[in-house]
């Protein structure tokens, strides 16, 4: 397992979210938002996230705008999934299970639970091919190598 | 691979443990079949099946790429028409009987009554299995509806035994889907009213047990509370594992002891029993989590695929891999696992 120093995430948690938010808000738009744009976020419309790194001290504020993310200041959010650095990242690769990390405890979604489920599930009915070709190639070559890495 | 209806199912040889395995997207459909479900089973984006969760399911351009695609490798897919339609939304259920027939589905799996006549009368070439949302636990309730209504596969609820599911394979032509895998509830298929009880919603009408809009969770001092429509179900300390958030899984004080006063979080493995439903003829084996994502079902579709062709190669030698069976209590719900009520020696 890769363990976050506690001392640094410690440190992150001080620092105002609205950077690391904005990065990730822009970064997923410029990526996989092509490929998720024709889903039907109509339910999701101004709705505010919260994504909470456990490990690192990080989290990242948004809500759903019609051209993709919109980076959020820190404050209420509708929803808020908590887990791991590495948890998220696995997630992400459609290597993990949520439902398996939730019983485990490694997963905690706070808040609007039918909104949480909506997201999961949106984002489940998305073939992961169809994230990959939103990638530059050369990021996107990378990102399926390390995800058949994961599943070795 | 179609199956043949009318006189000729007397003279075709009934499947053995078919592999039946969930689906509650596109991914998870392609999941299946690439680790070699012999059919999937799905539902639509609405109250028509028992899985009606925020933005999962399919609609009609998912559903068209799913029946080509299973298609295409020799894979069944049924859709689950298995919640009980209301007086003034039936036309709901009859279109969703039409879009099945219209899509090229191998077969609808269906509880209510009413809607098998519909079917039957509407697509008679429509293949009709009977859900375990139809709770028929004995022989003759399963050829009433062969009988009347042309039910050729029932999937028997979770409450029997294995010899008395032998006993009802013996009674009947129709084939017998049994549960293999996957989360485990009170078993009042059909009939259960807590979640209703609880927060207004049951399976039965509204397509789902604990909707998500009555389910909240929340980290506090005390621990990871779950509370139903406000009430609180559960308390797990950081060290325990969680269940899904129904009521017959909650824990609750009586007289004076809190505990799991209805059940513990657990899930029904049979892997072990594999040469058993080998041997009595079991038609299919279904795989339960339509909620779950393409990633369990990989996993899950990839481990019974391969004990079934090892039990099919050489029943007598069959032995579930240490590996197969700690893969699966990875995924399963509770800490863990169980084979329910089919092994019973005290009946």
């Known amino acids: ?152 | 691979m179609k199956y043949i209806l009318g006189n000729q199912e007397s003279v075709m040889p009934k499947p053995l443990l078919e592999l039946i395995c969930p689906a509650g997207s596109l991914p998870a459909l392609k999941a299946a079949v690439d680790h070699g479900a012999d059919g999937v089973y799905l539902g639509l984006k609405d109250n028509t099946n028992a899985r009606n969760f925020s933005g999962l399911n399919f609609d009609a351009k998912a559903l068209a790429e799913g029946v080509r695609y299973a298609h295409a490798k020799n894979c069944k897919v049924l859709m689950a028409l298995n919640t009980y339609p209301q007086p003034t939304t039936l036309k709901r259920w009859q279109q969703a009987v039409d879009t099945a027939a219209t899509a090229g589905l191998d077969a609808i799996i269906l509880a209510d009554p009413g809607l098998m006549a519909y079917a039957m009368k509407t697509h008679p070439q429509l293949r009709l299995h009977l859900s375990v949302q139809g709770s028929a636990t004995n022989y003759e309730a399963i050829n009433f509806y062969h009988e009347h209504f042309g039910i050729q596969r029932a999937v028997v609820p979770r409450v029997l035994s294995l010899p008395q599911v032998e006993n009802v394979v013996q009674h009947t032509h129709v084939e017998i889907e049994l549960f293999g895998f996957g989360g485990l509830c009170v078993m009042v298929e059909g009939r259960c009213l807590l979640s209703s009880y609880a927060c207004g919603d049951s399976p039965n009408t509204f397509g789902a047990c604990s909707p998500g809009h009555a389910v909240r969770w929340q980290q506090t001092p005390k621990g990871m509370e779950t509370r139903l429509n406000g009430v609180l179900i559960d308390r797990y300390a950081d060290h325990e594992k969680a269940g899904y958030p129904t009521l017959c899984k909650g824990r609750f004080e009586v007289q004076g002891e809190t505990y799991y006063a209805l059940e513990e979080p657990t899930s029904l493995n049979t892997l072990e029993m594999l040469p058993e439903m080998h041997r009595i003829g079991i038609a299919a084996i279904k795989i339960e989590g339509r909620q779950r994502s393409p990633a369990y079902v990989a996993q899950v579709t990839q481990v019974w695929r391969a004990a079934i062709d090892a039990v099919k190669r050489n029943p007598a030698a069959f032995k579930p891999q240490a590996a197969w069976l700690a893969q699966l209590d990875k995924v399963s719900e509770g800490s863990m696992h169980t084979l329910g009520a089919y092994y019973r020696p005290w009946k």
């Open chain 1, 1 to 152: 397992m890769i363990a976050f120093p506690s001392s640094l995430a410690a440190l992150i948690s001080r620092l105002p979210a609205y950077p690391p938010s904005l990065t990730f808000a822009t970064a997923f738009n410029l990526t996989v938002w092509k490929s998720l744009q024709d889903l039907e976020w109509e339910a999701l419309q101004d709705r505010r996230f919260c994504v909470a790194v456990r490990d690192t001290g990080i989290k990242l504020w948004f809500s759903m705008a019609t051209s993709g993310l919109k980076a959020e200041t820190a404050g209420q959010a509708d929803v808020t999934f908590t887990a791991t650095l590495l948890d998220f990242t696995r997630l992400a690769l459609r290597l993990e299970d949520p439902d398996t990390l939730f019983f485990n405890r490694r997963l905690l979604i706070e808040g609007d639970t039918d909104l949480g489920l909506r997201v999961k599930n949106m984002l489940d009915g998305v073939e992961f091919e169809t994230l990959l070709e939103s990638f530059p190639s050369v990021l996107g070559r990378l990102v399926n190598q390390v995800r058949k890495q994961g599943m070795a």
